[in-house]
């Protein structure tokens, strides 16, 4: 059956103004994406999760996270392979659930991508504040501008900057980490007094109920570290390179939360890490160590900012996806001369910039966790649906243990995401409201504007449009 020649080159025309650039990533890179998702985790946030459950509390939930994670790491690295799309955890749901279960997968990664740079920028606010004495909207707004500009200027840019800014950060937690080693006292671990919660003791002394409570701040330590696989369009060689890059970056990001739970507590002693605003500063101060924690102090604005700038890359990357397949307005999918999709970057970010005015970092990091948590369920049982339902599909990389390792990552996601219900009703609550408003959107306009009816038509399409502009 021949094709209408008008539509054949309305869709040419459509894709060739939605190009990513291509080849512009290898591996290294991609494991750096990853570590500079989630390094800014390292050095605040996951230690208040010692003051809901304990030192030993909090290492279970932190274990459990890590658990859920490199499940959940593993079966991506499988299905990026196989589905190598800008999309990530959208593309995935949308061939093993169709439409529906692809716009819900990526609404909820667009949560929690929209909402934590604004977390992260009130918090780069309070360091510079801490730095230069100066916070506020004017501090928010020049980050926006500022690394949504480099974005602008090319991805292979945006990346090379990226790995420099991790890079400090990186060097910030391993010198920490040296310095702390002779003052390791395993005593210091579990100086918080049981309370006379159900299970309580010197181990876990908020019980049962504080672990269940702390494992959003386990999940800190590892967040976004599932963005890689948006990235897929423009690596080198999808179906090699996102699994290596995805699965370096977990298994490097285990390493750094292995040396902060454990030395900085056995350190400086759990309680005092638990109520601190910088951790690692303030546990270098406590051992005598004053001069290399200015120089931290430094350098975890550093680990912010390559969090921040990461994860601006990551929400782009999805709208553009989104966007290009239908499911938002299709003026977000534009690409510019340097192939940077332009509003998808400008627009969440001024929504970003607004949310931030609020200044409450910690509820919107909450509501950013909930968003997290539902997308990976959705993901993990797309992992599963596809083993389940499309057995015969070219699988590059397989995900050891199968839909065993994958219903791991399902199980513990459903639990986290009950967590954030435990640590703050309210951010379960507000993120609820945006589900609902993103699920109308859907179900009275954008389902109608879908560009191709099935994923492997929208797949097809986007191959075909590259095709036609390497030939020409």
């Known amino acids: 059956m021949t094709r209408d020649t008008n539509h054949d080159t309305n869709e040419q025309d459509y894709l060739a103004r939605r190009q990513l650039k291509k080849g512009t990533a290898g591996w290294i890179l991609l494991a750096g994406l990853g570590v500079s998702y989630v390094i800014s985790g390292d050095f605040a946030g996951w230690n208040f999760g010692i003051a809901e459950a304990g030192w030993g509390g909090f290492a279970i939930a932190a274990l459990l996270m890590g658990i859920m994670y490199l499940a959940l790491v593993l079966s991506l690295a499988e299905m990026s392979a196989a589905i190598p799309a800008a999309g990530g955890g959208y593309s995935f749901a949308r061939q093993a659930m169709g439409p529906a279960g692809g716009y819900l997968t990526g609404l909820a990664v667009l949560i929690e991508y929209a909402l934590a740079p604004a977390a992260i920028v009130i918090f780069i ?27 602008l200027a090319g991805v292979g840019e945006a990346l090379k900057v990226m790995m420099v800014i991790s890079g400090l950060a990186v060097f910030a937690i391993i010198a920490t980490a040296v310095a702390l080693i002779g003052d ?41 570290v599932e963005g890689v696989p948006l990235a897929a369009e ?10 290596r890059g995805i699965i370096g970056a977990m298994l490097f990001l285990m390493f750094t939360a292995v040396l902060v739970v454990f030395l900085l507590a056995g350190a400086a002693g759990a309680e005092a890490i638990g109520s601190s605003a ?27 900012v390559a969090s921040f700038f990461s994860i601006i890359y990551g929400y782009s990357r999805l709208v553009f996806a989104l966007s290009r397949a239908g499911y938002l307005p299709k003026t977000l999918s534009l690409t510019s001369k340097r192939k940077a999709p332009t509003w998808a970057l400008v627009v969440p970010g001024v929504f970003g910039f607004l949310v931030s005015l609020t200044g409450e970092g910690d509820l919107i990091l909450g509501m950013a966790v909930v968003g997290a948590t539902v997308s990976y369920a959705l993901m993990a049982a797309s992992h599963i649906l596809l083993r389940l ?83 020409s």
Do not use: C
């Open 125 to 151: 606010g309070s360091a510079v504040e801490s730095l230069l004495g100066i916070n506020g909207p004017i501090i928010y707004a020049i980050f926006y501008l500022v690394f949504i500009g480099i974005h």
């Open 184 to 224: 390791f006292d395993s005593s210091r671990l579990f100086d918080i007094a049981p309370t006379d919660a159900w299970g309580a003791s010197d181990f876990m002394p908020n019980g049962w109920y504080g672990i269940w409570a702390a494992l959003p701040f386990g999940m800190w330590l590892f967040l976004a």
């Open 234 to 243: 423009e690596s080198r060689n999808p179906a090699r390179d996102v699994p």
């Open 278 to 304: 910088v951790p690692l500063v303030d546990a270098l101060n406590a051992t005598g160590s004053e001069g290399l924690a200015t120089l931290v102090n430094v350098l975890a604005l550093a680990g912010l």
């Open 389 to 471: 339902r499309q057995p015969q599909m070219a699988r590059p990389y397989r995900t050891p243990g199968g839909i065993v390792t994958s219903s791991i990552a399902l199980v513990l996601s459903l639990i986290a995401l009950t967590g954030v219900y435990a640590f703050d009703p309210r951010a379960f609550n507000y993120t609820l409201v945006l589900f609902v408003v993103g699920i109308a959107y859907y179900a009275i306009f954008s389902r109608h504007q879908l560009v191709a009816k099935t994923a492997e038509e929208e797949f097809a399409l986007v191959a075909n449009a590259e095709s036609d502009l390497a030939a």
